[in-house]
T-cell receptor, first 111, second 114 residues
Framework: DQQVKQNSPSLSVQEGRISILNCDYT??????FLWYKKYPAEGPTFLIS?????DKNEDGRFTVFLNKSAKHLSLHIVPSQPGDSAVYFC??????????FGQGTTLQVKP | KAGVTQTPRYLIKTRGQQVTLSCSPI?????VSWYQQTPGQGLQFLFE???????NKGNFPGRFSGRQFSNSRSEMNVSTLELGDSALYLC?????????????FGPGTRLTVL
């Protein structure tokens, strides 16, 4: 039973354009949602998070949107840069020290 | 602040052996969580320790165990290794009580079981 799903295994965008990564969840008890970026053989790097009481959070080029009724969140990267090429994971938490991760989306930003 | 550190970074063992992995959290963080990453299963939660107590446990067999020390450093042990235990083992630390319990990850230990 996969509680957090990233249905797009990969995404390719042109440098300077917007990248939109999507994530769906099934457990309405999740309180917090986080996005991580990961390179091979390294640990995930925290990017941005959002509490379930909000519907948007921005940090520089990164914006996360949360639609609770649809149980859907998305990460927008504007403008996309070649250095953004990595695997992106969304994760959900009930603030119990346990993160439930999606399967990841590989983003490729082409120069 | 120094980040989360994990030792060793790489490890090769044979089936049936046991292994201990170590994790030092960010200074001031009292919660340490462990995850296993494999190509087929993705990132899966193993367990979480806070103030030397296991607060949460994932769906892994009893061969996987851990502990936390009074300085918040944590160790994870896997006994009777199986080929399927080959994975990247990640630990993450956090400071519960903040608005969002953000976990910060170490670089991982790559375990290969032959």
């Amino acid at each position: 039973d996969q509680q957090v799903k990233q249905n797009s295994p990969s995404l390719s965008v042109q440098e300077g354009r917007i990248s939109i990564l999507n994530c769906d969840y099934t457990n309405s008890m999740f309180d917090y949602f986080l996005w991580y970026k990961k390179y091979p053989a390294e640990g995930p790097t925290f990017l941005i998070s959002i509490s379930s009481i909000k519907d948007k959070n921005e940090d520089g080029r990164f914006t996360v949107f949360l639609n609770k009724s649809a149980k859907h969140l998305s990460l927008h990267i504007v403008p996309s840069q070649p250095g953004d090429s990595a695997v992106y994971f969304c994760a959900a938490s009930q603030n119990t020290g346990k993160l439930i991760f999606g399967q990841g989306t590989t983003l490729q930003v082409k120069p | 602040k120094a980040g989360v550190t994990q030792t060793p970074r790489y490890l090769i063992k044979t089936r049936g052996q046991q292994v201990t992995l170590s994790c030092s959290p960010i200074s001031g963080h009292r919660s340490v969580s462990w995850y296993q990453q494999t190509p087929g299963q993705g990132l899966q939660f193993l367990f979480e320790y806070f103030s030397e107590t296991q607060r949460n446990k994932g769906n892994f067999p009893g061969r996987f165990s851990g502990r936390q020390f009074s300085n918040s450093r944590s160790e994870m042990n896997v006994s009777t290794l199986e080929l399927g235990d080959s994975a990247l083992y990640l630990c993450a630390s956090s400071s519960p009580g903040l608005a969002i319990d953000t976990q910060y990850f170490g670089p991982g230990t790559r375990l290969t079981v032959l």
